[in-house]
């Protein structure tokens, strides 16, 4: 059983910074594809960033392009989203996903397996 959990979510100033955590557990992660996905209010849930787990390449999101970064720690099963210069605009819940395959994925109907989100607030 394959689960999810973020951490690292709160309530930022524009301009700041914040990390996120998604521990995975339940099966070896060395051939997923993970994922970073956010849903603001009233709005559909958007691709963020993606790396493959095996690879460590990363792919983002236009918008956040140049401020978010996608790690991962193998040893820990543990993938971060490293985001700097915050805006009002990021503010959303932030969901990790991941699916069994090797290269990264875009859509949200393209993962298996999701955490239960954090929420991100950035305040003007």
């Known amino acids: 059983q394959v689960q999810l959990v973020e951490s690292g979510g709160g309530l930022v100033q524009a301009g700041g910074s914040l990390r996120l955590s998604c521990a995975a557990s339940?099966?070896?992660?060395?051939?997923?594809?993970m994922g970073w996905f956010r849903q603001a209010p009233g709005k559909e849930r958007e691709f963020v960033g993606g790396i493959s787990w095996s690879l460590g390449n990363t792919y983002y999101a236009d918008s956040v392009k140049g401020r978010f970064t996608i790690s991962r720690v193998n040893a820990k099963n543990t993938l971060y989203l490293q985001m700097n210069s915050l805006k009002p605009e990021d503010t959303a819940v932030y969901y990790c996903?991941?699916?069994?395959?090797?290269?990264?994925?875009?859509?949200?109907?393209?993962?298996?397996?999701w955490g239960q989100g954090t929420q991100v607030t950035v305040s003007s």
């Open positions: 996903a991941a699916r069994p395959v090797a290269h990264i994925l875009l859509r949200v109907g393209e993962y298996d397996y």
């Open positions: 339940g099966r070896t992660f060395s051939t997923f594809a």
